[in-house]
């Protein structure tokens, strides 16, 4: 009995419609956990090298861990992974919601889709039957709709995953739509769901999972729910979620603003969480066995159209309000529900957004090119752009592509307004003053993402002596000087890229750790109670530290050339000062960054190339990924 799991692994192949199960191995369990170590081990180990992206060839892993599903706080994450058509390399998003202990429930603890429908088709997992249905009228729709219909045609039990028309287009940012608000928005996954031909993925699950100490995780699991709700934070953080951050970015000058050309917002306080509250929310809305509440259920109306719609997060906030300047949460929110509808990640796509519009006020794109003015502060440019890049129309063919490749195409000095590393865009927090998170965005392996390592706090602790003075006085504190450029930024940095994707191996929620303060002993506590192995926290943030030299390696394996020139942030970062805000005239000397990276390498045990050297791997109870590296011609000191 493998306790916590269901040990077993759900493959289907689309091209022959093959359904087959088979037990987790040893090693998938004791060396990656589950969740993004399941992932990761499976792409290395059978990806076939150098494929496209959309190829059908390509894997489509949906994963979840040890806790998902089970009676502990926030057990409902699901890790998705793929070869990524943003950046050609090591890919996952991750999703909360119901999807993964449906999965679980349903007696799996993955499944992996390779090959490709025939034709639009929906796949249906209704405990051990599996079934590959036409995808008739749902292909096409909308997301949010599309999850509706199928309910009402499957039951109100299924828990529903669905791409929108922008997955169907391979909208390169496309992301995976479930519980009508939750995503898993990042690397493209979405896409490359909609290249196999599957419009949803609907799971009904009846089972239960077995459990090591039943009585004794119950109890424990009791008591994690009262030591949630006791912490201070259950009741200062919850009310306004993740939009909550909104006022302290702006403040310390952390806020994207029209294209990252500055990081502070006259508007913040008309699309921050207050403003949700005030504004939209009609109710809290939670992800499986979640105590706090973060998502934030609501109604907007605009000039351009209402919705009912869960958000806006921190993040859509940071790239629609601050990046595209819409000055409304009502605007915030539509732009957040037409990405939702269509099935994009409302971070890419706000990034893409802004970048049309500042390739148009230089000069560098026209008119005819684009169809129409677009401008900053202007919901009809999203609402037209969104259109156009989900039906790949126009100007939206090029957008589809994401920053990084529509810049390569374009040329003329566009790249330099393409904010993105690796071909991921660039997430909600402004970094010329803060080196710490600036070498968190380098380093995250799927691209330029926040959740691997949020290392803010660390940057803005050394620039200012005192944050809270300068929230509370609304940025009007003296200036400070600006971050110093630390040794301890890479280690941080290190220590956070084990620490929360240790949750998405785990599959639950880290945001009680990290909002909260819920500590981690809780977790090997469960553990230990529910797979009836004991394994403190630290061993297990090792475990996470093998993950993250496998998924660099992925990358170092499919993208040609990979390494350190990956790893830069766009030009812009270290040439160009921050323009206006408390951080105005900020910026980190390309130097500097170098030393960072250099800093970081040598931590890791990576080469001055950035790739992980023998000894590291061998370190890591990774001797057999050196060797097939090496095999294959990829070069390791
Ligand atoms: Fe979901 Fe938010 Fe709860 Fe995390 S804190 S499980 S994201 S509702």
């Given at each position: 009995?493998?306790?916590g799991?269901q040990?077993?692994?759900l493959r289907?192949?689309?091209?022959t419609?093959t359904?087959?199960?088979?037990?987790?191995s040893?090693?998938?369990v004791?060396?990656?956990i589950?969740?993004?170590?399941?992932?990761?081990k499976?792409?290395?180990d059978e990806?076939?090298?150098?494929?496209?992206?959309y190829?059908?060839?390509?894997m489509?892993?949906?994963?979840?861990?040890?806790?998902?599903?089970?009676?502990?706080?926030?057990?409902?994450?699901?890790h998705f992974?793929?070869?990524?058509?943003?950046?050609?390399?090591?890919?996952d998003?991750?999703?909360?919601?119901?999807?993964?202990?449906?999965?679980?429930?349903?007696?799996?603890?993955?499944?992996?889709?390779?090959?490709?429908?025939?034709?639009?088709?929906?796949?249906?997992?209704?405990?051990?039957?599996?079934e590959?249905?036409?995808a008739?009228?749902?292909?096409?729709?909308?997301?949010?709709?599309?999850?509706?219909n199928?309910k009402?045609?499957?039951?109100?039990?299924?828990?529903?995953?669905?791409?929108?028309?922008?997955?169907?287009?391979?909208?390169?940012?496309?992301?995976?739509?479930?519980?009508?608000?939750?995503?898993a928005?990042?690397?493209?996954?979405?896409?490359?769901?909609?290249?196999?031909?599957?419009?949803?993925i609907?799971?009904?699950?009846?089972?239960?999972?077995?459990?090591y100490?039943?009585?004794?995780?119950?109890?424990?699991?009791?008591?994690?729910?009262?030591?949630?709700?006791?912490?201070?934070?259950?009741?200062?953080?919850?009310?306004?979620?993740?939009?909550?951050?909104?006022n302290?970015?702006?403040?310390?000058?952390?806020f994207?603003?029209?294209?990252?050309q500055?990081?502070?917002?006259?508007?913040?306080?008309?699309?921050?969480?207050?403003?949700?509250?005030?504004k939209?929310?009609?109710?809290?809305?939670?992800?499986?066995?979640?105590?706090?509440?973060?998502?934030?259920?609501?109604?907007?109306?605009?000039?351009i159209?209402?919705?009912?719609?869960?958000?806006?997060?921190?993040?859509t906030?940071?790239?629609?309000?601050?990046?595209?300047?819409?000055?409304?949460i009502?605007?915030?929110?539509?732009?957040?529900?037409?990405?939702?509808?269509?099935?994009?990640?409302?971070?890419?796509?706000?990034?893409?957004?802004?970048?049309?519009?500042?390739?148009l006020?230089?000069?560098?794109?026209?008119?005819?090119?684009?169809?129409?003015?677009?401008h900053?502060?202007?919901?009809?440019?999203?609402?037209?752009?969104?259109?156009?890049?989900t039906?790949?129309?126009?100007?939206?063919?090029?957008?589809?592509?994401?920053?990084?490749?529509?810049?390569?195409?374009?040329?003329?000095?566009?790249?330099?307004?393409?904010i993105?590393?690796?071909?991921?865009e660039?997430?909600?927090?402004?970094?010329?003053n803060a080196?710490s998170?600036?070498?968190?965005y380098?380093?995250?392996?799927?691209?330029?993402?926040?959740?691997?390592a949020w290392?803010?706090?660390h940057?803005?602790?050394?620039?200012?002596?005192?944050?809270?003075?300068?929230?509370?006085s609304?940025?009007?504190?003296e200036?400070?000087?600006?971050?110093?450029?630390?040794?301890?930024?890479?280690?941080?940095?290190?220590?956070?890229?084990?620490?929360?994707?240790?949750?998405?191996?785990?599959?639950?929620?880290?945001?009680?750790?990290?909002?909260?303060?819920?500590e981690?002993e809780?977790?090997?506590e469960?553990?230990?109670?529910?797979?009836?192995?004991?394994?403190?926290?630290?061993e297990?943030?090792?475990?996470?530290?093998?993950?993250?030299?496998?998924t660099?390696?992925?990358?170092a394996?499919?993208i040609?050339?990979?390494?350190?020139?990956?790893?830069?942030?766009?030009e812009?970062?270290?040439?160009?000062?921050?323009a206006?805000?408390?951080?105005?005239?900020?910026l980190?000397p390309?130097d500097?960054?170098?030393?960072?990276?250099?800093?970081?390498y040598?931590?890791?045990?990576?080469?001055?190339n950035?790739?992980?050297?023998?000894?590291?791997?061998?370190?890591?109870?990774?001797?057999?990924?050196?060797?097939?590296?090496?095999?294959?011609?990829?070069?390791?000191?």
């Open positions: 009995m493998r306790y799991y040990d077993k692994l289907i192949d689309l091209n419609g359904v087959a199960t088979e037990p987790l040893d090693e998938m004791d060396n990656f589950g969740g993004r170590g399941f992932v990761a499976l792409l290395f990806l076939p090298r150098g494929i496209d992206p190829d059908p060839q390509n489509f892993i949906a994963a979840t861990g040890p806790l998902s599903g089970h009676f502990l706080p926030a057990s409902g994450k699901t992974g793929t070869k990524s058509p943003a950046t050609g390399g090591y890919a998003s991750n999703m909360g919601g119901h999807f993964g202990p449906a999965l679980k429930y349903a007696g799996y603890d993955a499944l992996v889709l390779t090959g490709r429908t025939a034709e639009p088709s929906v796949l249906v997992i209704d405990d051990d039957r599996v590959i249905r036409p008739h009228d749902y292909w096409g729709q909308g997301a949010l709709i599309a999850e509706t199928l009402a045609e499957l039951g109100e039990d299924f828990q529903i995953l669905t791409i929108g028309p922008a997955g169907e287009k391979r909208v390169r940012y496309a992301c995976l739509s479930h519980d009508f608000g939750r995503q928005g990042r690397s493209g996954v979405g896409a490359v769901l909609g290249s196999k031909k599957i419009k949803a609907a799971v009904r699950g009846t089972g239960s999972l077995p459990v100490d039943i009585e004794k995780a119950y109890a424990k699991g009791v008591e994690a729910f009262e030591k949630v709700a006791a912490k201070p934070g259950y009741t200062e953080w919850t009310p306004e979620g993740t939009a909550g951050i909104t302290w970015c702006n403040e310390v000058g952390a994207p603003t029209r294209n990252f500055t990081s502070f917002s006259e508007h913040y306080e008309a699309i921050n969480g207050k403003a949700i509250l005030e939209l929310k009609i109710t809290d809305k939670g992800c499986y066995c979640c105590p706090t509440p973060c998502g934030k259920y609501g109604r907007t109306k605009t000039e159209g209402d919705a009912y719609v869960e958000g806006p997060e921190y993040e906030i940071a790239l629609f309000g601050g990046n595209c300047e819409l000055k409304t009502e605007e915030v929110a539509y732009a957040n529900y037409l990405c939702d509808e269509l099935g994009v990640d409302t971070i890419s796509a706000g990034a893409v957004i802004s970048w049309a519009v500042v390739c006020e230089k000069g560098i794109l026209c008119l005819d090119e684009i169809g129409r003015p677009i900053f502060a202007d919901l009809e440019t999203v609402d037209y752009l969104l259109g156009k890049i039906r790949r129309e126009g100007i939206g063919d090029l957008l589809a592509e994401g920053v990084k490749k529509a810049a390569e195409k374009v040329g003329r000095g566009s790249d330099a307004f393409a993105h590393v690796k071909g991921l660039w997430t909600g927090y402004e970094c010329r080196p998170m600036m070498l968190a380098m380093t995250a392996d799927i691209g330029a993402h926040h959740a691997r290392v803010l706090g940057d803005m602790a050394g620039a200012w002596t005192n944050v809270n003075d300068l929230v509370q609304g940025g009007t504190v200036r400070q000087p600006p971050a110093q450029i630390r040794k301890e930024s890479a280690d941080y940095v290190i220590d956070s890229q084990h620490t929360r994707p240790l949750f998405d191996a785990l599959g639950v929620c880290r945001l009680q750790l990290m909002e909260l303060g819920f981690v809780n977790y090997a469960l553990f230990a109670l529910i797979t009836g192995t004991k394994r403190s926290w630290e297990m943030l090792r475990v996470s530290e093998r993950i993250w030299n496998l660099r390696s992925i990358s394996r499919e040609q050339g990979f390494g350190r020139s990956w790893d830069y942030p766009p812009r970062f270290f040439t160009e000062p921050v206006s805000g408390p951080n105005e005239g900020y980190i390309a500097k960054l170098e030393q960072l990276l250099d800093w970081y040598e931590a890791r045990g990576w080469d001055a950035g790739l992980p050297m023998k000894a590291t791997l061998m370190r890591l109870g990774l001797g057999d990924v050196a060797e097939t590296l090496a095999a294959e011609g990829v070069l390791l000191n």
